[in-house]
């Protein structure tokens, strides 16, 4: 399984853009990148799929290159409620899902 | 609403005791996971089971195993309990890369 690479905290203010950028050097041709989503004290939350260029749903934007090799997820305008881990997972459609550490997002007011 | 139904919120055993985890879902939902969470060690994968009576083993095996009998009950099994598996427990179930968590059974072995 690829494994994934991606900052450990993350610091932004009300109403601001996040990218949280995952690399992803190893993906395979049948891997998808999947973005997951945790509060405190609760389960992750899928948030967004991609396999390439861009995916755009009403929570966040997924952006992935050409080559694959990394991608960003795009929350706009963030709000406090916005504050969570988010992780980036790659892998293929059988959907066995490995979780890395995750990207500690902290929203400040 | 998707509905992932774990056993118990908040569990104690004694070491030694064997345990048992059990999780539900109502998704008909090929896929299903047991995951453990600590501190500093992020989201770590015990089993996954992709159908019913098959499972592979995650990063994390040793001193677990796994029982799939029914497509919508995933068990956990703690063969002998021991302190180092206090942890926060989550199930979940999916399809494709899509899985949906439980609230997660917070185990502590003393």
């Known amino acids: 399984l690829a494994k994934t690479t991606q900052p450990i905290s993350m610091d932004s203010y009300e109403g601001q853009e996040v990218n949280i950028t995952c690399s992803h050097n190893?993906?395979?041709?049948?891997?998808?990148i999947t973005w997951y989503q945790q509060f405190p004290s609760q389960g992750p939350r899928f948030i967004i799929q991609?396999?390439?260029t861009k995916v755009t749903n009403e929570v966040a934007s997924l952006f992935i290159p050409a080559d694959r090799k990394s991608s960003t997820l795009s929350l706009p305008r963030v709000s406090l409620s916005d504050t969570a881990v988010y992780y980036c997972l790659v892998g293929d459609i059988k959907g066995k899902l490995i979780f890395g550490q995750g990207t500690t997002l902290q929203v400040k007011p | 609403d998707v509905k992932v139904t774990q056993s118990s919120r908040y569990l104690v055993k004694r070491t030694g005791e064997k345990v048992f985890l059990e999780c539900v879902q109502d998704?008909?939902?090929?896929?299903m996971f047991w995951y453990r969470q600590d501190p500093g060690l992020g989201l770590r994968l015990i089993y996954f089971s992709y159908d019913v009576k098959m499972k592979e083993k995650g990063d994390i095996p040793e001193g677990y195993s796994v029982s799939r009998e029914k497509k919508e009950r995933f068990s956990l099994i703690l063969e002998s309990a021991s302190t180092n598996q206090t942890s926060m427990y989550l199930c979940a179930h999916g399809r494709d890369t899509e899985a949906f968590f439980g609230q997660g059974t917070r185990l502590t072995v003393v």
């Open positions: 190893n993906i395979a041709t049948n891997d998808y």
């Open positions: 991609g396999y390439k």
């Open positions: 998704m008909d939902h090929e896929n």
